[in-house]
């Protein structure tokens, strides 16, 4: 039996159309206890007195803990990462899902993230040590125009968020599929962002045409701050003529463009700075021959110059019987120990035959 085979039957899912979607999922996961999460107001992202209003609405949830591994849960080590933890997330709004990006607090106890249908989703993270085993106080709100209009009343165009990166003491930016573009919203993950209006990150002329000429399923999808505020930001289908994935460093003094390679069919799908100022690229393969991986590549932070290739090394490649789905968010922090943390993020894509996880790692020297 193939280990693709294994994977069809073990976990009862079945191939459906890729497009945006997978078409994965686990009917058969491993016993957990299940929690049910009530959901109440996350005092550091909503203003007090705002829930149940036309922009703050609560959404229920159910989780239960998922291991790393299908075959043998004591398997925490992959690559350079040991394995905290993940959540498998389940809720009855319709609203939730199609997590794209995501952001956690310094202090690891709250959660941003955007959905590719035009939503913020927060939440507040709890552990047991250091080890992730549960979610509450989740709020689900609509992005916003310029104008102040929720951008889910509108075309799947204008919604598609597929990234989001904080600049420090400015707010978040976020990345658009569709009508490719970057907003940023003038708060951070200690505001209120909900309810906040965005505005054009300000760009020349030329690279707002080169990202507006992008793939409409594959523009930005990985956006990343560094300490100076420079904003690095990588498409996750526009290529040059050597394919290579077009990328910018966009910064206040500093405008300039790259490429980021990969191989074997990967694709970037998101990235983040390291505490130590190295990048840290998110990857997914999906083929049919293949079925679906997700790869982590670490840049260092030298290599990250105008007018160069940037590659990275492998730190970690999940694949069956590794239990993922399509990551596409992910996101870091330094713990009390000095320890670096990642957490990444599945998209479901709104679709009942895939799943929405919160995973976290510790990157291993």
């Excluded at 507040?124 to 979610?135: A, I």
């Excluded at 206040?252 to 100022?277: H, K, M, V």
């Excluded at 590659?311 to 968010?329: H, K, Q, R």
Aim: glycine content about 10%.
């Amino acid at each position: 039996m193939t280990g693709w085979s294994e994977y069809m039957i073990r976990t009862g899912r079945v191939m459906a159309a890729w497009g945006l979607a997978l078409g994965l999922a686990t009917l058969l996961a491993a016993p957990a206890a299940r929690a049910e999460a009530a959901a109440e107001a996350s005092p550091i992202l909503v203003t007090p007195g705002a829930v149940g209003s036309g922009l703050y609405q609560e959404s229920p949830l159910s989780f239960e803990p998922i291991a790393l591994h299908f075959r043998d849960p004591a398997i925490e080590r992959v690559g350079k990462l040991t394995y905290l933890g993940g959540l498998q997330l389940r809720s009855e709004d319709k609203r939730f899902g199609g997590l794209s990006g995501l952001q956690i607090s310094s202090d690891g106890q709250t959660m941003l993230a955007i959905s590719d249908r035009g939503y913020w989703v927060g939440a507040t993270l709890d552990y047991d040590g250091e080890r992730l085993v549960g979610m509450r106080n989740v709020i689900v709100s609509p992005l916003l125009d310029r104008n102040g209009r929720p951008l889910n009343d509108k075309d799947k165009k204008e919604a598609d968020a597929e990234a989001i990166a904080e600049l420090p003491g400015s707010g978040i930016v976020v990345s658009f599929e569709g009508n490719n573009r970057l907003w940023h919203y003038g708060a951070t993950l200690s505001d209120a962002i909900f309810g906040k209006r965005p505005h054009p990150l300000p760009l020349p002329v030329d690279i707002a045409k080169a990202i507006k000429k992008l793939p409409e399923n594959g523009a930005i999808e990985a956006i990343a701050t560094m300490a100076d505020g420079t904003l690095l930001a990588i498409a996750e289908d526009g290529k040059d003529d050597d394919g290579d994935h077009l990328a910018w460093l966009i910064g206040a003094t500093t405008i300039a463009q790259f490429t980021y390679r990969t191989d074997e069919n990967f694709s970037p799908t998101d990235a983040t700075f390291l505490p130590n100022g190295d990048l840290m690229v998110l990857e997914r393969r999906f083929t049919l021959l293949q079925g679906l991986a997700t790869r982590l590549k670490l840049v260092k932070k030298h290599e990250i110059k105008p007018d160069t290739v940037v590659s990275g090394v492998e730190a970690a490649n999940l694949a069956f019987p590794f239990n993922i789905d399509n990551m596409e968010g992910i996101t870091a922090r330094q713990d009390e120990a000095g320890d670096t943390l990642l957490y990444l993020v599945s998209d479901d894509n709104y679709n009942p035959l895939q799943r929405t996880m919160v995973m976290v790692f510790r990157l291993e020297e």
